[in-house]
């Protein structure tokens, strides 16, 4: 199947300087069947950037959010009064549980969504929670949700919590779901910020489908790991002979130097308005 990715918006800049760009993630994906929105930034300038792009928002038929992070979920609410047709929203059934983190500046600081469940039933959007680990939405789209640990280097950033009964509890991310399509090529897998680890998710994946992963495009939270923690993360993605890493957002500098050192060709940077065509 063909496949065309674009980022709508992300940290990066372009290189024309023409999009917006800002701290989140939104990927228009292309299909030979359906159209998919991955991720809505933070503020909703990803229309704005569609529309430059000629992305049609009204195609959509999903619209599937990686986890109830701000920077990921912050345009939902300006895509519904844009849009005349509604996608039908894809997210893990933690989504909701509001989540807050303690980076940057002292105590909780909300860090979730900014609209809840009853905010999607009274606009009558269609909601699909994702209870199951891996769901088909179609014969070639399959959301992945509920990973395993595989790794011992990659440990999660204890700084992320989600409030339950009124007490801040340790965030395990429950609700990633990342995203799989079945190309001729092999498995792409679409990611948001990866902050179960990007090697947990993949391993995850490979152990639930018997095909190999081609791609991995998105955020896979490197932004905080160490130079030995991406070597490893390298070596592993080496291992699995995964053929294109088209990483940005919380992947962070650091990661994304050593990835295209080591990597190459097989690297691309995926930056605002980046197009990758599988
Ligand atoms: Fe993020």
Known sequence: M???????????????GQLLFEHGLSLYIETAEKN?????????NFIQNAKSLNKNLNTLVYCVISHGHYDHSGGVEKLLKYVDQVPQFVVGE??????????????????????DEEFIASNQISLRKVKEE??????????????????????????FFIKENS????????????????????????????????????????????????????????????????????????????????????????????ISEEMKEQFQYNNTGNVIEI
């Open 2 to 16: 063909e496949l065309k990715i674009t980022t709508l918006i992300e940290n990066n800049p372009d290189e024309q």
């Open 134 to 159: 891996t769901l088909y939405l179609t014969d070639h789209l399959i959301v992945f949700h509920h990973f395993s640990r595989y790794t011992n280097y990659e440990v999660r950033n204890r700084r």
């Open 167 to 258: 007490k801040f509890m340790p965030d395990d991310f429950d609700d990633e779901i990342s995203l799989g399509i079945i190309t001729e090529k092999g498995l792409v897998v679409i990611v948001g910020c990866s902050p179960i680890a990007i090697i947990n998710i993949l391993k995850t994946i490979s152990k639930r489908i018997n095909i190999p992963i081609y791609a991995v495009i998105g955020g896979t939270h490197l932004i905080e790991a160490d130079e030995k923690r991406i070597k490893k993360t390298i070596s592993t993605l080496r291992e699995m002979n995964i053929q294109l890493i088209a990483t940005s957002h919380c992947t962070g500098e650091k990661g994304i130097r050593l």
């Open 36 to 44: 998919i929105l991955f991720d809505t930034g933070e503020s909703g």
């Open 94 to 115: 933690e989504f909701f549980k509001p989540k807050y983190k303690t980076i940057d500046v002292p105590g909780y600081q909300y860090n979730g969504n900014s609209f």
